[in-house]
Protein backbone atom coordinates (compact mmCIF):
# COMPACT_ATOMS: atom_id res chain seq x y z
CA UNK A 1 0.00 0.00 0.00
CA UNK A 2 2.63 2.57 1.24
CA UNK A 3 4.60 1.82 -2.27
CA UNK A 4 1.35 2.66 -4.28
CA UNK A 5 1.19 5.64 -2.29
CA UNK A 6 4.30 7.32 -2.86
CA UNK A 7 4.81 5.89 -6.91
CA UNK A 8 5.13 7.78 -9.57
CA UNK A 9 1.61 6.39 -10.75
CA UNK A 10 -0.08 8.48 -7.03
CA UNK A 11 2.16 11.48 -8.28
CA UNK A 12 -0.01 11.33 -11.55
CA UNK A 13 -2.90 10.38 -10.11
CA UNK A 14 -2.76 14.08 -7.88
CA UNK A 15 -1.87 15.83 -11.03
CA UNK A 16 -4.94 14.46 -13.39
CA UNK A 17 -7.49 15.57 -10.29
CA UNK A 18 -6.67 19.06 -10.63
CA UNK A 19 -6.45 18.75 -14.72
CA UNK A 20 -9.76 16.86 -14.81
CA UNK A 21 -11.11 19.35 -12.60
CA UNK A 22 -9.75 22.31 -14.90
CA UNK A 23 -10.82 21.34 -18.08
CA UNK A 24 -14.84 19.69 -16.52
CA UNK A 25 -15.27 23.29 -14.92
CA UNK A 26 -14.90 24.74 -18.00
CA UNK A 27 -16.82 22.64 -20.11
CA UNK A 28 -19.69 22.71 -17.73
CA UNK A 29 -19.19 26.77 -18.00
CA UNK A 30 -22.86 27.42 -19.13
CA UNK A 31 -23.76 25.98 -16.31
CA UNK A 32 -23.04 28.16 -12.65
CA UNK A 33 -23.56 25.60 -10.14
CA UNK A 34 -22.19 22.67 -12.15
CA UNK A 35 -19.13 24.28 -12.68
CA UNK A 36 -18.67 25.55 -9.19
CA UNK A 37 -19.60 21.71 -7.77
CA UNK A 38 -17.19 19.95 -10.41
CA UNK A 39 -14.56 22.20 -9.67
CA UNK A 40 -14.79 22.10 -6.43
CA UNK A 41 -14.93 18.65 -6.07
CA UNK A 42 -11.84 17.82 -7.74
CA UNK A 43 -10.12 20.12 -6.04
CA UNK A 44 -10.73 19.03 -2.82
CA UNK A 45 -10.38 15.66 -3.85
CA UNK A 46 -6.83 16.27 -5.04
CA UNK A 47 -6.18 18.07 -2.21
CA UNK A 48 -6.74 14.91 0.09
CA UNK A 49 -4.74 12.98 -2.23
CA UNK A 50 -1.76 15.71 -1.89
CA UNK A 51 -2.04 15.49 1.69
CA UNK A 52 -1.61 11.66 1.71
CA UNK A 53 0.96 11.50 -0.54
CA UNK A 54 3.08 14.08 0.76
CA UNK A 55 2.45 12.82 4.43
CA UNK A 56 3.52 9.31 3.69
CA UNK A 57 6.73 10.50 1.52
CA UNK A 58 7.90 12.80 4.35
CA UNK A 59 6.91 9.51 7.48
CA UNK A 60 8.51 6.81 4.96
CA UNK A 61 11.60 9.07 3.86
CA UNK A 62 10.83 8.34 0.33
CA UNK A 63 12.34 10.16 -2.44
CA UNK A 64 10.44 9.84 -5.95
CA UNK A 65 12.47 10.38 -9.13
CA UNK A 66 11.14 9.71 -12.61
CA UNK A 67 11.63 11.14 -16.28
CA UNK A 68 8.51 10.80 -18.77
CA UNK A 69 10.49 9.72 -21.97
CA UNK A 70 9.25 11.13 -25.35
CA UNK A 71 10.13 14.84 -25.04
CA UNK A 72 9.71 16.20 -28.39
CA UNK A 73 12.69 18.93 -27.67
CA UNK A 74 16.00 17.58 -26.79
CA UNK A 75 16.97 20.50 -23.60
CA UNK A 76 13.56 19.78 -22.29
CA UNK A 77 13.46 16.82 -19.95
CA UNK A 78 9.99 15.84 -18.81
CA UNK A 79 11.86 14.60 -15.28
CA UNK A 80 10.15 15.03 -11.10
CA UNK A 81 12.40 14.98 -8.31
CA UNK A 82 10.46 14.72 -5.43
CA UNK A 83 12.38 14.79 -2.22
CA UNK A 84 11.65 15.38 1.22
CA UNK A 85 11.44 19.42 0.74
CA UNK A 86 9.08 18.83 -2.44
CA UNK A 87 7.26 16.72 -0.31
CA UNK A 88 7.16 19.40 2.27
CA UNK A 89 5.77 21.82 0.07
CA UNK A 90 3.42 20.03 -1.66
CA UNK A 91 1.95 19.26 1.88
CA UNK A 92 1.47 23.24 2.58
CA UNK A 93 -0.45 23.36 -0.67
CA UNK A 94 -2.36 20.55 -0.39
CA UNK A 95 -3.41 21.62 2.73
CA UNK A 96 -4.27 25.34 1.63
CA UNK A 97 -6.02 24.65 -1.40
CA UNK A 98 -8.34 21.76 1.31
CA UNK A 99 -9.07 24.89 3.05
CA UNK A 100 -9.22 27.20 0.41
CA UNK A 101 -11.35 24.75 -2.22
CA UNK A 102 -13.95 23.98 0.69
CA UNK A 103 -14.36 27.84 1.37
CA UNK A 104 -14.73 28.28 -2.60
CA UNK A 105 -18.01 26.17 -2.82
CA UNK A 106 -20.20 28.98 -1.29
CA UNK A 107 -17.87 32.32 -1.71
CA UNK A 108 -18.14 32.24 -5.23
CA UNK A 109 -21.80 32.46 -5.48
CA UNK A 110 -22.04 35.75 -5.57
CA UNK A 111 -20.29 35.64 -8.90
CA UNK A 112 -23.12 33.82 -10.44
CA UNK A 113 -25.29 35.59 -13.20
CA UNK A 114 -21.78 38.00 -13.24
CA UNK A 115 -18.77 35.99 -14.57
CA UNK A 116 -17.86 32.74 -15.68
CA UNK A 117 -17.78 30.12 -12.88
CA UNK A 118 -16.22 27.56 -15.04
CA UNK A 119 -13.30 30.22 -16.22
CA UNK A 120 -13.02 30.80 -12.78
CA UNK A 121 -12.91 26.95 -11.66
CA UNK A 122 -10.32 26.42 -14.92
CA UNK A 123 -8.01 28.80 -13.68
CA UNK A 124 -8.32 28.05 -9.82
CA UNK A 125 -7.18 24.01 -10.24
CA UNK A 126 -4.45 25.18 -12.93
CA UNK A 127 -3.00 27.57 -11.09
CA UNK A 128 -2.57 24.63 -7.88
CA UNK A 129 -1.22 22.50 -10.69
CA UNK A 130 0.98 24.71 -11.88
CA UNK A 131 2.51 25.39 -7.84
CA UNK A 132 2.66 21.16 -7.91
CA UNK A 133 5.12 21.40 -10.92
CA UNK A 134 7.05 24.12 -9.87
CA UNK A 135 7.67 21.96 -6.52
CA UNK A 136 8.58 18.85 -8.27
CA UNK A 137 10.24 19.53 -11.79
CA UNK A 138 13.61 18.45 -11.85
CA UNK A 139 14.52 20.36 -15.32
CA UNK A 140 14.97 24.36 -15.68
CA UNK A 141 12.77 24.46 -19.12
CA UNK A 142 10.46 21.99 -17.07
CA UNK A 143 10.57 23.92 -14.37
CA UNK A 144 9.45 27.26 -16.34
CA UNK A 145 6.75 25.51 -18.18
CA UNK A 146 5.34 24.64 -13.98
CA UNK A 147 6.14 28.82 -13.88
CA UNK A 148 4.42 29.99 -16.66
CA UNK A 149 0.85 28.08 -15.97
CA UNK A 150 1.67 29.12 -12.10
CA UNK A 151 1.66 32.30 -13.26
CA UNK A 152 -0.86 33.22 -16.50
CA UNK A 153 -3.76 31.19 -14.49
CA UNK A 154 -2.68 33.31 -10.94
CA UNK A 155 -2.89 36.62 -13.59
CA UNK A 156 -6.28 35.30 -15.16
CA UNK A 157 -7.45 34.92 -11.33
CA UNK A 158 -6.00 38.45 -10.26
CA UNK A 159 -8.21 40.00 -13.00
CA UNK A 160 -11.28 38.29 -12.89
CA UNK A 161 -13.80 40.80 -11.36
CA UNK A 162 -12.84 42.59 -14.20
CA UNK A 163 -15.33 45.75 -14.07
CA UNK A 164 -13.12 47.29 -11.18
CA UNK A 165 -10.79 49.11 -13.19
CA UNK A 166 -8.33 49.07 -10.58
CA UNK A 167 -8.34 45.29 -10.59
CA UNK A 168 -7.47 44.83 -14.19
CA UNK A 169 -4.33 47.49 -13.24
CA UNK A 170 -3.57 45.63 -10.35
CA UNK A 171 -3.25 42.22 -12.62
CA UNK A 172 -0.87 44.03 -15.52
CA UNK A 173 1.28 45.10 -12.89
CA UNK A 174 1.48 41.51 -11.38
CA UNK A 175 2.06 40.43 -14.95
CA UNK A 176 4.94 42.78 -16.02
CA UNK A 177 6.88 42.11 -12.40
CA UNK A 178 6.25 38.55 -12.87
CA UNK A 179 8.14 38.43 -16.00
CA UNK A 180 10.39 41.00 -15.35
CA UNK A 181 11.66 38.11 -12.55
CA UNK A 182 11.10 35.36 -15.28
CA UNK A 183 13.51 36.90 -17.50
CA UNK A 184 15.96 37.26 -14.51
CA UNK A 185 15.89 33.31 -13.59
CA UNK A 186 15.73 32.34 -17.29
CA UNK A 187 19.14 34.33 -17.41
CA UNK A 188 20.39 32.55 -14.82
CA UNK A 189 19.49 29.17 -15.81
CA UNK A 190 21.15 29.95 -19.33
CA UNK A 191 24.28 30.62 -17.62
CA UNK A 192 24.15 27.70 -15.32
CA UNK A 193 23.21 26.13 -19.30
CA UNK A 194 26.50 27.35 -20.74
CA UNK A 195 28.82 26.24 -17.90
CA UNK A 196 27.40 22.93 -16.94
CA UNK A 197 25.91 21.55 -20.35
CA UNK A 198 22.34 21.26 -18.72
CA UNK A 199 19.29 22.25 -17.52
CA UNK A 200 18.51 18.78 -15.48
CA UNK A 201 19.42 20.59 -11.52
CA UNK A 202 20.94 17.21 -10.53
CA UNK A 203 24.02 17.81 -13.40
CA UNK A 204 23.89 21.01 -12.79
CA UNK A 205 24.56 20.40 -9.20
CA UNK A 206 27.01 17.55 -9.83
CA UNK A 207 29.05 20.17 -12.22
CA UNK A 208 28.62 23.27 -10.23
CA UNK A 209 32.59 23.39 -9.41
CA UNK A 210 32.89 24.22 -13.28
CA UNK A 211 31.44 27.97 -12.73
CA UNK A 212 33.55 30.77 -12.41
CA UNK A 213 32.80 32.24 -9.17
CA UNK A 214 31.89 35.37 -11.12
CA UNK A 215 29.23 33.54 -12.87
CA UNK A 216 28.34 31.67 -9.78
CA UNK A 217 27.84 35.08 -8.14
CA UNK A 218 25.37 36.44 -11.11
CA UNK A 219 23.42 33.03 -10.89
CA UNK A 220 22.93 34.08 -7.36
CA UNK A 221 21.93 37.92 -7.91
CA UNK A 222 19.91 36.96 -10.35
CA UNK A 223 18.03 33.82 -8.88
CA UNK A 224 17.51 36.32 -6.08
CA UNK A 225 15.94 39.35 -8.23
CA UNK A 226 13.93 36.41 -10.02
CA UNK A 227 12.32 34.46 -7.16
CA UNK A 228 12.41 37.11 -4.93
CA UNK A 229 10.13 39.38 -7.63
CA UNK A 230 6.92 36.43 -6.53
CA UNK A 231 7.97 36.38 -3.14
CA UNK A 232 7.66 39.64 -2.52
CA UNK A 233 11.21 41.21 -1.35
CA UNK A 234 10.80 44.57 -0.78
CA UNK A 235 11.69 46.49 -3.07
CA UNK A 236 10.52 43.69 -5.73
CA UNK A 237 7.54 44.01 -3.56
CA UNK A 238 5.18 46.96 -5.25
CA UNK A 239 2.61 44.04 -7.35
CA UNK A 240 1.58 42.24 -3.82
CA UNK A 241 -0.53 44.90 -2.55
CA UNK A 242 -2.20 45.51 -5.45
CA UNK A 243 -2.76 42.10 -6.90
CA UNK A 244 -3.82 40.90 -3.53
CA UNK A 245 -6.73 42.73 -2.56
CA UNK A 246 -8.23 42.17 -6.45
CA UNK A 247 -7.98 38.54 -6.24
CA UNK A 248 -11.12 36.28 -5.38
CA UNK A 249 -10.11 35.96 -1.19
CA UNK A 250 -9.90 32.09 -1.75
CA UNK A 251 -7.22 33.18 -4.77
CA UNK A 252 -5.74 35.44 -2.34
CA UNK A 253 -5.52 33.14 0.11
CA UNK A 254 -3.73 30.50 -2.15
CA UNK A 255 -1.55 33.63 -3.66
CA UNK A 256 0.20 34.35 0.16
CA UNK A 257 -0.16 31.41 1.68
CA UNK A 258 1.90 29.11 -1.40
CA UNK A 259 2.34 31.04 -4.44
CA UNK A 260 4.60 33.60 -3.05
CA UNK A 261 6.24 30.64 -1.11
CA UNK A 262 7.22 29.33 -4.24
CA UNK A 263 10.48 32.16 -4.40
CA UNK A 264 11.36 30.54 -1.13
CA UNK A 265 10.93 26.82 -2.28
CA UNK A 266 13.63 27.63 -4.90
CA UNK A 267 15.98 30.11 -2.79
CA UNK A 268 16.63 27.29 -0.69
CA UNK A 269 17.18 24.41 -3.45
CA UNK A 270 19.50 26.19 -5.24
CA UNK A 271 21.33 28.26 -2.48
CA UNK A 272 21.46 25.51 0.04
CA UNK A 273 21.55 22.34 -2.53
CA UNK A 274 22.69 22.66 -6.16
CA UNK A 275 25.03 25.33 -5.84
CA UNK A 276 26.88 24.58 -2.80
CA UNK A 277 29.51 25.58 -1.14
CA UNK A 278 28.60 29.22 -1.18
CA UNK A 279 30.53 32.47 -0.15
CA UNK A 280 29.37 33.95 3.42
CA UNK A 281 27.91 37.57 1.83
CA UNK A 282 25.51 35.68 -0.31
CA UNK A 283 23.68 34.95 3.06
CA UNK A 284 24.40 38.21 4.62
CA UNK A 285 22.46 39.81 1.53
CA UNK A 286 19.46 37.26 2.14
CA UNK A 287 20.07 38.35 5.79
CA UNK A 288 19.54 41.97 5.15
CA UNK A 289 16.87 41.77 2.67
CA UNK A 290 15.00 39.71 5.75
CA UNK A 291 15.21 42.62 7.60
CA UNK A 292 14.58 45.43 5.77
CA UNK A 293 11.55 42.91 4.37
CA UNK A 294 9.65 42.20 8.02
CA UNK A 295 10.50 46.01 9.08
CA UNK A 296 9.29 47.72 6.13
CA UNK A 297 6.23 45.27 5.93
CA UNK A 298 5.07 45.58 9.39
CA UNK A 299 5.21 49.48 8.60
CA UNK A 300 3.61 49.69 5.73
CA UNK A 301 0.81 47.32 7.37
CA UNK A 302 -0.24 49.54 10.09
CA UNK A 303 -0.97 52.72 7.68
CA UNK A 304 -3.28 50.24 5.80
CA UNK A 305 -7.40 50.90 6.47
CA UNK A 306 -8.03 48.04 3.54
CA UNK A 307 -7.95 44.71 5.41
CA UNK A 308 -6.57 42.57 2.19
CA UNK A 309 -4.24 45.69 1.15
CA UNK A 310 -2.84 45.24 5.07
CA UNK A 311 -2.92 41.54 5.07
CA UNK A 312 -0.64 41.44 1.78
CA UNK A 313 1.99 43.88 3.91
CA UNK A 314 1.80 41.69 6.59
CA UNK A 315 2.72 38.73 4.09
CA UNK A 316 5.37 40.46 3.15
CA UNK A 317 6.91 40.96 6.86
CA UNK A 318 6.30 37.03 6.76
CA UNK A 319 8.76 36.91 4.19
CA UNK A 320 10.99 38.83 5.99
CA UNK A 321 10.94 36.59 8.44
CA UNK A 322 11.78 33.51 6.56
CA UNK A 323 14.38 35.21 5.22
CA UNK A 324 15.87 35.70 8.44
CA UNK A 325 16.21 32.05 8.64
CA UNK A 326 17.12 31.73 5.38
CA UNK A 327 20.01 34.08 5.37
CA UNK A 328 21.40 32.64 8.96
CA UNK A 329 21.45 29.10 7.39
CA UNK A 330 23.35 30.45 3.99
CA UNK A 331 25.54 31.81 6.80
CA UNK A 332 26.02 29.08 8.72
CA UNK A 333 26.47 26.44 5.93
CA UNK A 334 29.60 28.52 4.37
CA UNK A 335 31.07 28.79 7.17
CA UNK A 336 31.13 24.94 7.77
CA UNK A 337 28.39 25.21 11.21
CA UNK A 338 25.84 22.42 10.05
CA UNK A 339 23.90 21.97 13.24
CA UNK A 340 23.36 25.32 13.18
CA UNK A 341 22.62 26.19 9.89
CA UNK A 342 19.77 23.28 10.18
CA UNK A 343 18.38 24.93 12.94
CA UNK A 344 18.04 28.26 11.08
CA UNK A 345 16.36 26.04 7.95
CA UNK A 346 14.01 24.47 10.06
CA UNK A 347 13.30 27.94 11.92
CA UNK A 348 12.43 28.88 8.23
CA UNK A 349 10.22 25.91 7.00
CA UNK A 350 8.56 26.07 10.51
CA UNK A 351 7.54 29.84 9.92
CA UNK A 352 6.73 29.04 6.23
CA UNK A 353 4.28 26.59 7.04
CA UNK A 354 2.90 28.96 10.02
CA UNK A 355 2.33 31.78 7.58
CA UNK A 356 0.35 29.59 4.79
CA UNK A 357 -2.17 28.75 7.38
CA UNK A 358 -2.86 31.64 9.74
CA UNK A 359 -2.24 34.07 6.36
CA UNK A 360 -5.00 31.82 4.40
CA UNK A 361 -7.49 32.08 7.18
CA UNK A 362 -7.11 35.44 8.05
CA UNK A 363 -7.82 36.31 3.74
CA UNK A 364 -10.62 34.20 3.52
CA UNK A 365 -12.12 35.19 6.93
CA UNK A 366 -11.37 38.64 4.95
CA UNK A 367 -14.03 37.31 1.95
CA UNK A 368 -16.76 36.67 4.63
CA UNK A 369 -16.98 40.12 5.90
CA UNK A 370 -16.36 42.70 2.63
Not at 147 to 152: P, Q
Not at 298 to 325: C, F, M, P, Q
Request: charged share 10%; aromatic share 16%.
Amino acid sequence: MLEIITSPISFFVLLSLFFFGAVGSLLLRKDDDSANIWSSFFAIAGSLWGLLFSVATIIFEHTIAFMIDGSPFPLLSLSFNIDLLSAFFIFIISLIALFCSIYAVGYIRHYYQKYNIGALGFFYNFFILGILLVFTASNGIFFLIGWEIMSVASFFAVIYDRNGQENVKAGFLYLIMTYIGTAFIMTAFLLLYKFTGSFDFATIKNDVALLPIGVKNIVFLATLIGFGVKAGIIPLHIWLPAAHPAAPSHISALMSGVMIKTGIFMMIKLFLDILQPIPIWWGIVVLIIGIISSLLGVLYALTEHDIKRLLAYHSIENIGIILLGLGSALIFSSLDMPALALLSLVAALFHTLNHAIFKSLLFLGAGSVI
